[in-house]
């Protein structure tokens, strides 16, 4: 049980290149979301899911495409990357079956965009 | 809008002393969450607290929820160099999860 992963760990990107951040969850989640942490900051929420097939803006989704065809997996895509999403990207996962609500955090991205 | 306010952002405690950080927030959620940070490192759960007057407690930590005053505490006990991190507080409201700024806690001997 691997839990949340995330991939690539560190990523430098030139402006207006795109990628892919990577995030797998073996745990049969229905509920992936992906957040953003500035320097000196709390977590910021850029996307979520509730289910396969199933995804919504957070607080943040602006240059940030997401989708999810399957339960485990949920990439999120940078469309055209600019400076000011240098920044840190965690993943995570949460199921409500079982009302534990607990929620889990993959190890994080670290993106540099130049 | 869902707003988290957590008090204080930075808190430099000595060893064996107590102290209470604040979380504050504007939604009439009653699912709330504590989260420990180590530095460079992901967030690490450590209470979900889930009903009005829902206490709990792990080791030094103690959390609680008020939904009535929107606020929940983290009290730490007798505290020890080892629980020098950023903890940060995230409310709950139709799936979008809030966080507060955090607070940045030292422990010192």
């Known amino acids: 049980n691997a839990g949340v992963t995330q991939t690539p760990k560190f990523q430098v990107l030139k402006t207006g290149q795109s990628m892919t951040l990577q995030c797998a969850q073996d745990?049969?989640?229905?509920?992936m979301s992906w957040y953003r942490q500035d320097p000196g900051m709390g977590l910021r929420l850029i996307h979520y899911?509730?289910?396969?097939?199933?995804?919504d803006q957070g607080e943040v989704p602006n240059g940030y495409n997401v989708s999810r065809s399957t339960t485990e997996d949920f990439p999120l895509r940078l469309l055209s990357a600019a400076p000011s999403q240098t920044s840190v990207y965690f993943c995570a996962s949460r199921t409500d079956r079982g009302k534990s609500y607990e929620q889990y955090f993959g190890p994080g991205t670290r993106l540099t965009v130049t | 809008e869902l707003k988290v306010e957590q008090n204080p952002l930075f808190l430099s405690m000595q060893e064996g002393k107590n102290y209470t950080i604040y979380c504050n927030y504007s939604t009439t959620s009653d699912r709330l969450y504590w989260y420990r940070q180590d530095p460079g490192k992901s967030l690490e759960s450590l209470f979900v607290l889930l009903s009005n007057g829902a206490v709990k407690q792990e080791g030094r930590l103690m959390a609680s929820l008020d939904t009535k005053a929107r606020l929940s505490t983290l009290h730490i006990t007798a505290a020890v160099h080892d629980l020098s991190a950023t903890y940060f507080c995230?409310?709950?409201?139709?799936?979008?999860?809030?966080f507060g700024a955090g607070t940045r806690l030292t422990v010192k001997p």
């Open positions: 899911s509730v289910g396969a097939g199933i995804t």
């Open positions: 995230a409310v709950v409201e139709n799936n979008d999860m809030r």
């Open positions: 745990m049969n989640h229905e509920y």
